[in-house]
């Protein structure tokens, strides 16, 4: 059985950084794409950076592709959300999740449905 440990948030200060791990373990021998979503307080989950097995495909929310970056690191089944420049906007908890679908080779999913496997979250909050 798959599963997703998301670790390394907390409490930052704005302007900080932070990186939020996500750790995969269970079907690790199978390749999959890697998601990072959000939920801040009251509002829905939404998508905020993909990246494909290879590394090479890598997508961002339009708003989010200067502070964020994603990476990962299929040896160590890894994979991080480095968040810069914090703001108190960016308080959320933050998702990892993972597509092993057949369609995971053709297609980098941005939208929830394309995730069949979740972590439970980590919680970042961003201090004024």
């Known amino acids: 059985q798959v599963q997703l440990v998301e670790s390394g948030g907390g409490l930052v200060q704005a302007g900080g950084s932070v990186r939020v791990s996500c750790a995969v373990s269970g079907q690790t021998s199978s390749t999959y794409n890697m998601g990072w979503f959000r939920q801040a307080p009251g509002k829905e989950r939404e998508f905020v950076a993909a990246i494909d097995w290879y590394g090479v495909n890598i997508e961002y929310t339009a708003s989010m592709n200067d502070r964020f970056r994603i990476s990962k690191d299929n040896d160590k089944n890894t994979g991080w959300l480095q968040i810069n420049s914090l703001q108190p906007e960016d308080t959320a908890v933050y998702y990892c999740?993972?597509?092993?679908?057949?369609?995971?080779?053709?297609?980098?999913?941005?939208?929830?449905?394309?995730?069949?496997?979740w972590g439970r979250g980590t919680q970042v909050t961003v201090s004024s």
């Open positions: 999740a993972a597509d092993f679908s057949p369609a995971a080779a053709r297609t980098l999913g941005t939208t929830e449905d394309a995730y069949a496997a």
